[in-house]
Each structure stands twice: as C-alpha cells, then as structure tokens.
C-alpha cells in the first residue's frame, strides 16, 4: 500500500533554530516529491523534488530528495514565529495520484 | 492567491439537507481533485477528474457525488451526511502532463449536525 510518513508529528522550537522536518515513502511509480506549508487553509506549494540529491532552496527554506532511502528533508533556518505552520509532504504518483502525509506541526516561539 | 476558488468558506446542514460545495480554477488547468482533510489525519483524496472525465474514485460514499461540467468548475454534491463529514474539504487543479504542482483553493469548513 502506498504511504507517506512525516517526523516528527510536532515540533515546537524558538525563533532564530534551525529545523529539519522529514518524510519518507513507499509510493510505487514515483514521479515528484511536494513539499507544503499550511497555516490556515489552503496548503500553498514550496518545493517540488524530482532528482535525488539537487538541494531547492528558496530563502531560509531548502529541501533534498533521497531516491535511494525513499525521503526527503525540509530545513528552515534562523526560524521565525511567521514560519508556524502545518508542513505538508506529498508523493506524485505517474497516474496523477497524489498521497499526502499526516504533516509536520511546527511551532516557533517568540 | 485567487488562482483556485471555493465557496462557501463555511458550512453547517443538518443530516437531512442536500447542499453542493463549488471550485473554480482560473489557471487554465485540465485536472481538478477534492480532498477531505480531518484532524489528524492526512489529506484523503475523494475525486480526480482529468480533462473533465473521473479517473478516481476512491471508494468515496455515494452521499458525496462530484459533477465536472468544464475543465475550470468542479462541485461536489452532499446529501444525508453524517457526523463524521464534518472536515475541510479542499479542491485543487493542476495540469496533468506537465510535471506542475496541485494549487489547493482556501477549502469549505463543513459542519454536519
């Protein structure tokens, strides 16, 4: 069965750490890996993976995907209270299948 | 972002009421999905429709009935909920073939009494 497992569940750090939020999957016929924030409603797009080990970056945001141990990571650096969101990882499937993750909680405290 | 959206935000219909939940995309994209998201759990995808035609269904019960006329709307029709309907019912497009990302509209907090 296809799935997608986040870690940690939740997380709750001070402004100005550093995080690493994982995921890991079991998807057959892989075609991209999608990383999401959520804050309060719709989940808006960060990263889409497609090669193993070519980091995204996008300020204090970046991301790698592993083929080889089927995962990937988010890192945010120098984290602010702004960054407090639900992070969600999802797998694309070649049939245009999406499967999701239960998400990463992150809390950053002033 | 006005690229997907959903109305109404909210919603509360009692066990009995038949209501439908809209989505529009303004991105030119030939694919759209509804999710269900509920607490603590990960976004459960309910229909794809791809160049307007269903491609799946999964295992979605028949009080959840989707209808695509055109490649931009997408509603979902409910009827006799229950309780356990009550979520976030998200809609996203994207454009199949081209390796693009899903763009998730601002979803309909459903409340089934």
């Known amino acids: 069965e296809d799935k997608v497992v986040q870690s940690p569940l939740s997380l709750v750090v001070h402004e100005g750490d550093t995080v690493t939020l994982n995921c890991s999957y079991e998807v057959t016929n892989f075609r991209s890996l999608l990383w999401y924030k959520q804050e309060k409603k719709a989940p808006t797009f960060l990263f889409m993976l497609t090669s193993s080990g070519i980091e995204k970056k996008s300020g204090r945001l970046s991301s790698i995907l592993d083929k080889k141990e089927l995962s990937s990571i988010l890192n945010i650096t120098a984290t602010q209270t702004g960054d407090s969101a639900i992070y969600l990882c999802a797998v694309r499937h070649t049939g245009n299948q999406f499967y999701f993750g239960t998400g990463t909680s992150l809390t950053v405290i002033p | 972002e006005t690229g997907v959206t959903q109305t109404p935000r909210h919603l509360v219909m009692g066990m009995t009421n038949k209501k439908s939940l809209k989505c529009e995309q303004h991105l030119g994209h030939n694919a759209m999905y509804w999710y269900k998201q509920s607490a603590k759990k990960p976004l459960e995808l309910m229909f794809v429709?791809?160049?307007?035609?269903?491609?799946e269904n999964n295992s979605v019960p028949s009080r959840f009935s989707p209808e695509c006329p055109n490649s931009s709307h997408l509603f979902l029709h409910l009827h006799t909920l229950q309780p356990e309907d009550s979520a976030l019912y998200l809609c996203?497009?994207?454009?199949?073939?081209?390796?693009?990302?899903?763009?998730f509209g601002p979803g309909t907090r459903l409340l089934v009494l």
């Open positions: 996203a497009s994207s454009q199949v073939l081209a390796g693009e990302t899903q763009y």
């Open positions: 429709y791809n160049f307007k035609e269903q491609t």
